[in-house]
């Protein structure tokens, strides 16, 4: 069997990217600030494929429910255990 991960993200990336900017777009006008950079929107949207990546699983496998959800957090924060607060990091 091939390599699974990235998969999602190869395929959605530019849409997503595009959902991220709208959303963000219309928030920060709501909140009267000026838009994020492209380069911080295209680093929210790579973080979110960030799993698929490192755990070479299909993305839509870490959010087809509360359990997968929790396990994704935990995994996040287990690659994520070299940084000062990992179980924020994972939130965020």
Request: proline share 2%; glycine share 4%; with cysteine.
């Amino acid at each position: 069997m091939g390599k699974i991960g990235g998969i999602c993200r190869d395929q959605y990336f530019d849409r997503f990217f595009d959902y991220l900017r709208d959303k963000t777009d219309r928030q920060r006008k709501i909140e009267c600030k000026k838009p994020f950079s492209d380069s911080t929107i295209r680093m929210y949207a790579t973080d979110t494929f960030y799993l698929e990546k490192r755990e070479d699983r299909d993305f839509k496998e870490w959010v087809k429910d509360s359990n997968s959800l929790e396990e994704a957090y935990k995994r996040l924060v287990y690659h994520l255990s070299g940084r000062i607060n990992p179980e924020n990091d994972a939130i965020y």
